[in-house]
């Protein structure tokens, strides 16, 4: 926000605000991807709960699992919009590439999470 209040009255100042919203906007893009990062490792732990936990709380893996792609994917919306104004169109084109890749594991992360609590309710 504080690179749309900068000066625009000449060509280096409209130069210079252009280049720091762009530095701003990629920061605000990177932040949620981190976030989708950080939010994909708990499947790891989610899956040790569902696999080897009490069964008796194996719904709590489930549940975890469930809130784990939440995360994930509601980063992945910040991260969509927010690169949807940058004009560095490789790095664009990267991140969203990556982005997408995470919350397709994830959804695979959580389909598989699921089918193994469901086993365990089952007592298979």
């Known amino acids: 926000m504080d690179a749309f209040g900068l ?3 000449t060509d280096e100042e409209k ?8 530095e701003a906007t990629k920061y605000a893009t990177q932040v949620p991807f981190r976030t989708m990062k950080v939010a994909f490792k708990a499947f790891e732990v989610v899956r040790a709960m569902a696999e080897t936990g009490n069964p008796n709380s194996v719904t709590d893996a489930g549940v975890g699992a469930l809130c784990a792609r939440s995360a994930v994917m ?3 919306l910040n991260v969509k919009i927010n690169a949807s104004s940058l004009k560095d169109e490789a790095f ?3 991140i969203l590439k ?25 007592g298979e």
């Not at 594991?105 to 309710?121: G, R």
């Open 74 to 76: 509601g980063a992945h």
């Open 15 to 22: 130069a210079a605000r252009t280049a720091a919203i762009q």
């Open 92 to 94: 664009k084109a990267e």
């Open 98 to 122: 990556e982005a997408a890749e995470i919350e397709a594991a994830a959804l695979v992360q959580e389909a598989e999470i699921l089918q193994i609590v469901n086993k365990v309710i089952a």
């Open 7 to 9: 000066p625009k009255k």
